[in-house]
């Protein structure tokens, strides 16, 4: 009987030391668990942190660019020249009524007018926002985290007549938009943003970008327009190497592909730019004023 209680008592020892293993294996293995589960939601949180500052940047960002705009607008209105603002595109709407003669693509008197005080206040602006210290001047600018890495100026026209003839009307318009803010301040296409490429490019969409339905005689002429539309400058994400400094050798790098005689006819249905420079890449590449013509197809 000893002998039998010997061996029952070793054996409920056994299975006692057997469970007492697997509850220890159970617990370390919670206890990773939940280190495990520690770590990710740490990450996570981070991750979320970085997007809402990313969000965050994004919309102050947006908000600049539309303060911005309504001082042009507003610098504008103050010399009787009544304008649009599209907050949410970051557009400035110069209507065709005070630029151009219905059809023409020269600008009449008024709309001379109205690129000399456009050109006055992009030169105000623009340097304060392109991250270049020596365009700066000491003082002149207010405190802002945001770039401008673009200006495009477009043209655009109504639905009525041949396809060909509004895509030479629009970019005709926008070009000589533009020719005639670099001649009125040459120091405009020498402007350069945080990448050290040219700010201004110069485009021409026909009828293919509307603001209102081609329904109505009114509607058509709100799509006969030139539009001013400024582009910030996207965050850095995680601290991404700052555009290597200015130098004389890279001060007038072009941001055009190409340079082609093609791109300067109006058979063909691609969108004909214009990409400022300070100097042609190429001889015979542009004009006096800085001019690279480059192709992009639709």
């Keep these: 009987m000893a002998i039998e209680r010997l061996q029952t008592s070793r054996k409920s020892n056994e299975e006692e030391n057997y469970f007492v293993s697997m509850t220890d294996m159970m617990v370390g293995m919670l206890f990773m668990f939940i280190i495990i589960l520690m770590f990710f939601a740490v990450k996570f949180n981070d991750i979320s942190v970085q997007e809402t500052e990313v969000i965050n ?21 103050e010399k009787g020249l009544v304008v649009e603002v599209d907050p949410d595109k970051g557009i400035l709407h110069l209507p065709e ?31 304060c926002y392109g991250g270049i210290a020596e365009q700066v001047q000491t003082g002149a600018c207010p405190q802002s985290p945001h770039k401008i890495d673009a200006v495009f100026v ?34 405009l296409p020498k402007l350069i943003n945080h990448n050290q490429q040219p700010f201004f490019s110069v485009s021409g969409y026909g009828k293919q970008r509307p603001i209102r339905p081609n329904d109505t005689d009114e509607n058509k002429r709100k799509n006969r327009r030139v539009d001013i539309r400024l582009v910030m400058a996207a965050p850095k994400a995680g601290g991404a190497d700052e555009p290597p400094p200015l130098t004389r050798r890279n ?39 800085g001019l690279a013509f480059c192709r992009h197809r639709r």
């Design 57 to 77: 940047t994004l919309l102050d960002s947006n908000s600049t660019r539309t303060r911005l705009l309504q001082i042009i607008k507003a610098t504008m209105l």
């Design 97 to 127: 009524n005070i630029m151009f003669d219905k059809g023409g693509y020269y600008l009449n008197p008024q709309g001379r007018r109205a690129v000399i005080i456009l050109a006055k206040a992009l030169h105000e602006i623009l340097p």
């Design 154 to 187: 477009e043209g655009h026209t109504d639905s009525d007549g041949d396809d060909n003839a509004n895509w030479d009307l629009s970019i005709r318009r926008s070009l000589n938009t533009w020719q005639y803010m670099s001649e009125f301040d040459p120091e």
């Design 251 to 289: 001060r007038h790098r072009s941001a055009c592909v190409t340079c082609s005689k093609g791109c300067r006819g109006t058979g063909s249905r691609d969108i004909l730019t214009f990409r400022s420079t300070a100097r042609p890449r190429k001889p015979g590449c542009g004009s006096k004023t």
